[in-house]
């Protein structure tokens, strides 16, 4: 048994095992963050991959999220009692910037009702600010040489005062010159033929095409939502699908015959999610300032959904005390990424190197890493 306990929400890519691009076989990940803690992951909220709901009602939200995941955290350390006193910590990734945060608010809220020994928390390529999300984006693809400098030098004096680190690009009406362009920047980063997930990887779904124009549809005409993925443009999900579908694979899993197959996204649940929060400020200063939780936020640095400027600027908008100005980290000696830290260390911001969205499947050794220095604390 393990000192540690990672409860991990959304993908499972920091696991013992990968499935192999045959859709067949299985590969040791030697970067497992098995190694490290022992792992529970919750497929949520109900209806997404193998979960279900009893009734079939899966209309849920924010907050409905974060009671389930609750119960099932509460359900498991019951049946497992010998877990129950390790130290405990939240992750996951993209939208898990909201599942992580609530279902920390939610621990905290019900320690007298049921303890649970949590320690901390960790968000990859979280969507922790709606509004920081558009913002920052903006300002990431002119900085990737990605917007027309004409353009730029347009909107920069009508729009922004001559000051576009500090534009308020989300508040711009979609009906006027600025909102439009900001539409169309957006629009460049999913339906402009670059990979979301990794603007420097090669876009490989055999579907692109489509899904952009679905995601695009999606996204703005109800107003941007960088974290609402109900399609995975540029990502060949099939050997996973195929894998998670096999009738072997599924009689060892356990799963009821009566489900339908595994899939990577699930319409139903994105197109009817109830998105509460917008803004993970509060729950994450109450965590690690009210209660003492470490926390940790890291970006890969070539990621458009959740990009790293948006995790920068809205753990420098937290207000905690500096420890350590921004620096650099090696592994396997090459720069992995930057680290700053607050809080007398207790809180870090990192990005990893050339990792896109997903950054234990692009830069797997360097996740290792700082999963390694955030559970124990060690230097990056």
């Not at 963050?33 to 849920?60: C, F």
């Not at 680290?339 to 290792?368: C, I």
């Amino acid at each position: 048994m393990h000192a540690k306990f990672i409860v991990r929400l959304e993908r499972v890519i920091s696991v013992l095992y990968r499935v192999n691009t045959d859709g067949a076989t299985l590969s040791v990940n030697p970067y497992s963050w098995n190694k490290n803690a022992s792992i529970l992951t919750l497929e949520a909220p109900a209806g997404v991959g193998y979960s279900y709901a009893t009734d079939n009602d899966i209309a849920t939200g924010d907050d409905n999220t974060a009671n389930e995941n609750w119960q099932a955290l509460v359900a498991f350390f019951t049946e497992f009692p010998q877990y129950k006193q390790n130290d405990f910590y939240v992750t996951g990734e993209s939208y898990g910037g909201i599942y992580v945060p609530t279902l920390v608010q939610t621990i905290l809220d019900r320690q007298s009702q049921f303890n649970i020994n949590i320690k901390g928390l960790a968000i990859g390529n979280g969507c922790v600010s709606e509004q920081e999300g558009t913002d920052s984006l903006v300002n990431f693809l002119y900085a990737h040489g990605v917007v027309d400098q004409a353009k730029w030098d347009h909107v920069k004096t009508s729009c922004c005062h001559n000051d576009t680190d500090s534009c308020p690009w989300s508040t711009f009406s979609d009906f006027t010159t600025c909102g439009q362009f900001v539409l169309a920047t957006q629009e460049t980063a999913w339906n402009g033929g670059l990979n979301p997930y990794n603007m420097y990887a090669d876009c490989v779904s055999t579907s692109a095409s489509s899904r952009f124009s679905l995601e695009y549809e999606r996204r703005f005409n109800k107003k941007y939502q960088p974290s609402e993925l109900g399609v995975v443009p540029c990502l060949d999900e099939s050997p996973v699908t195929d894998y998670l579908n096999r009738q072997d694979v599924r009689k060892a899993l356990g799963i009821p015959s009566s489900l339908p197959q595994w899939s990577i996204c699930n319409n139903a649940i994105s197109y009817g999610y109830k998105r509460q929060y917008g803004d993970m400020t509060s729950r994450i200063l109450n965590a690690v300032n009210n209660n003492n939780l470490k926390m940790m936020l890291y970006n890969g640095d070539v990621d458009l959904a959740c990009n790293a400027l948006m995790g920068q600027r809205f753990t420098d908008k937290l207000g905690l005390t500096l420890h350590k100005k921004k620096s650099h980290f090696y592994v396997n000696n090459q720069v992995g990424g930057y680290v700053t830290t607050y809080k007398d260390g207790k809180v870090a911001f990192t990005t990893v190197r050339g990792a896109g969205h997903m950054v234990p499947t692009d830069k797997p050794a360097v996740a290792d890493h700082i999963i390694q220095s955030f559970l124990f604390n060690k230097s990056f």
